[in-house]
Nanobody
Framework: QVQLVESGGRLVQAGDSLRLSCAASRPTFSRYGLGWFRQAPGKEREFVAG????????RYADSVRGRFTISRDNAKNTVWLQMSSLKPEDTAVYYC????????????????WGQGTQVTVSS
């Protein structure tokens, strides 16, 4: 079992930057691919970014590529999502997830989920 706790979400203005953090409970953190997903009100949960077990591979949704960066530090059991040039359409609850097999865009491939952190971008 892996427990994930997100933090860093808050109200910001369009154009601002924000960094989300996700801390994991397991020392075997490096065995998991990690992803960030988000869910806006009335919408389905969508993939934002994913990073491979050792951090050498990363994937991004088209809507955030070039603005968001995912990174991880296995020694700290932490994954981050650096967000810049934020837009009102980035407003959502952001979830961290861990996968035993993937770091791709399919939510069904992720085994463990955090509770989420709210990001609100005002125009």
């Amino acid at each position: 079992q892996v427990q994930l706790v997100e933090s860093g979400g808050r109200l910001v203005q369009a154009g601002d930057s924000l960094r989300l953090s996700c801390a994991a409970s397991r020392p075997t953190f490096s065995r998991y691919g990690l992803g960030w997903f988000r869910q806006a009100p009335g919408k389905e949960r969508e993939f934002v970014a994913g990073i491979s077990m050792r951090g050498f591979g990363a994937r991004y949704a088209d809507s955030v590529r070039g603005r968001f960066t995912i990174s991880r530090d296995n020694a700290k059991n932490t994954v981050w999502l650096q967000m810049s040039s934020l837009k009102p359409e980035d407003t959502a609850v952001y979830y961290c997830a861990a996968s035993e097999t993937s770091y791709g865009s399919e939510a069904s491939m992720y085994n463990y989920w955090g509770q989420g952190t709210q990001v609100t971008v005002s125009s």
